[in-house]
Each structure stands twice: as C-alpha cells, then as structure tokens.
C-alpha cells in the first residue's frame, strides 16, 4: 500500500482565497502601498483590464477589504480604492501565512 | 502583466514613475534659459530675471498634476511617503535660503572690495555653482540619478565662465538647453506611454 503523502493527512492550507486570487493578489498589493487611488492609476500599475478591475473590486468590497468612493472632479467621475482596516489586516495575515509555508529551507 | 516586485520596490518604483513626466524638468531648464539669457543679452533686466519663473512655478505644478491625473491616475501616498515628502521639501526650502544667503554674501564682499579675490576670481560661475549643489541636494533628498548629471554639468559650465572669466549667464543657458531637452523627451515618452485618457 503506498503510503500518502504527509500533508494531505493534514489541513488543507488555509490561505485567504479572497487575496490569493492573483488578480486580485496584485490589486491588493498596490492599494497596500499607497493611501488611496483611482481606477486609472490602478488600471496604468497594474496592466489589469477595466472589466477585470471592476470585477475583483467588487469581490474586494463585498468581502469589507476595500471601500469605495465616487465622486465628480471637474464633471468626470471619479473612482478612488483603498484599502479598509480589515483588508491591510487580512493582507498582513496573507503575507505571514505566505511566509510561513514557502519560507526556510535557504 | 508582471508583478513581481516586493512592497518598498513597488512603492519606490511607482513614486518614481509618478514623477517621471519631465514637466519639472522642462520648466527647470526653460527657466534657466530664460535667466541665462537675461544675464547675457538683456543686462538691465538680469537682476529680476528669477522672478518669471517664481511667478509662473505655481501655474505649472497645478498644469502638471492635471496632466498626470488624466494619464497616469490620481493616487494619494501613504502617511509615511507624505511625512518623507514634507521633511524634505522643508529641507529644500532651507537649502535655498542659505543658497540665497550665501549668494548674497558673495555678492556683498565681492563689491565691497575687502576680499582677498577669491569670491572674485570664482564670480562668474558662483550661481552656477550655487544652482549646482541645489540640484546635487534635490538628487540626494529625491533619489533622481539624473540631478547629479545635472548638478555636475552647472559644476562643470561654472568652472568654465570663472576660468573665461564670462558671464554668468553662460553655464545657465548651456544648462538650460540640455536640462528643457532633457524634460521635453520624458515628456514626449511619458505621453506616448499614458495617452489621455480623454483621448482614448
């Protein structure tokens, strides 16, 4: 009888799958490391589509990690992104829990 | 799509693409042609040359944020980046205070006639020489590689007019032309790369 493997004896890993998504992994990344920003900005950083954008946002917010706020500057909409207190927690426990299974073995 | 980059990378990498549309560039160096020309051809006016570009600097910097928004998008920086920001500008400001100051004592010696020569014999390059380490602080305070080419250049056009003992108009208009070319190409590349989108 072949033995199974070690892990699969185990739990499941548990990463948030909200921000595991890679899209949205990168969307998260970027609002991260600024306070706020628009749909543009966003779209120029991260070579993302506006369907996609739209799309993984709405994800985001519905899982309380972004808010969004819309607003008129000089008669164009405008559409900022940022990152909620629950969202830069959840990301900091992504970037740990990430840590914690790839690191070591240097 | 790549995005491999850790966090300080691409915070750092999307500061410095934030500023790499060249406006600043392309005023700096128009300025300087302006100041350098006034120095040169237009002798009655050189004194108050400085303040064109001073009044004008506003009207640009608000163009200027207008023009990235509609390209590159709005964003606002982390409280961190606004902290470095503020620090540095206040810094910036100091500097040129006592650029200005030390300009001005130059100036005064020099006419007094109780120097030993030396503020003298550098005249000519001394606001070259000034501008130069300006630009050398702003490169340090702003980690732009591109200012030290700059500052080296003021350096090196300053050397240059106390040695030909010239105008010192001369290292700014030279500065000037490579500086406005230097910006009007980011310029041109920063607008092929994010067309408006306004125009898209």
């Known amino acids: ?106 | 799509m790549v995005d491999t980059d850790n966090l300080d990378v691409l915070e750092q990498a999307a500061y410095r693409d934030a500023y790499s549309d060249g406006i600043v560039d392309l005023f700096t160096g128009l300025s300087l042609l302006w100041i350098g020309t006034a120095w040169i051809w237009l002798s009655d006016i050189a004194g108050m040359a400085g303040v064109l570009p001073a009044v004008f600097i506003s009207v640009v910097l608000t163009g200027r944020k207008k023009f990235v928004e509609d390209r590159a998008g709005y964003v606002k920086w982390s409280p961190p980046r606004r902290e470095w920001e503020k620090r540095n500008l206040v810094l910036l400001l100091v500097a040129g205070i006592a650029m200005f100051a030390l300009g001005v004592i130059a100036y005064v010696v020099a006419s007094s006639g109780s120097d030993t020569g030396f503020i003298r014999s550098i005249g000519p390059g001394l606001l070259a020489f000034l501008l130069a380490l300006t630009a050398a602080g702003l490169g340090i305070a702003f980690g732009a590689r591109r200012l030290f080419a700059y500052a080296a250049m003021l350096m090196v056009g300053g050397i240059a007019a106390a040695w030909q003992d010239t105008s010192p108009g001369w290292p700014l208009l030279a500065a000037g032309v490579v500086v406005a070319g230097m910006g009007g190409y980011m310029l041109l590349r920063y607008a092929q790369a994010n067309p408006s989108v306004r125009s898209t």
Not at chain 1, 23 to 35: C, E, F, H, K, T
Not at chain 1, 43 to 70: C, F, P, W
Request: avoid cysteine; glycine fraction near 6%; proline fraction near 5%.
């Open chain 1, 1 to 106: 009888m072949t033995p199974r493997p070690r892990e699969a004896t185990k739990r499941p890993i548990d990463l948030d799958r909200v921000i595991h998504e890679p899209a949205r992994l990168i969307l998260m990344r970027n609002l991260y490391v600024v306070q706020e920003a628009d749909f543009l900005y966003l779209s120029r950083r991260t070579g993302l589509t506006d369907g996609n954008i739209s799309s993984h946002m709405t994800r985001l917010e519905n899982a309380g990690y972004v808010q969004v706020s819309k607003a008129f500057v000089e008669r164009r909409p405008r559409t900022v992104y940022a990152l909620t207190a629950a969202g830069r927690a959840a990301f900091d426990e992504y970037r740990k829990r990430v840590d914690d299974l790839l690191g070591g073995l240097d």
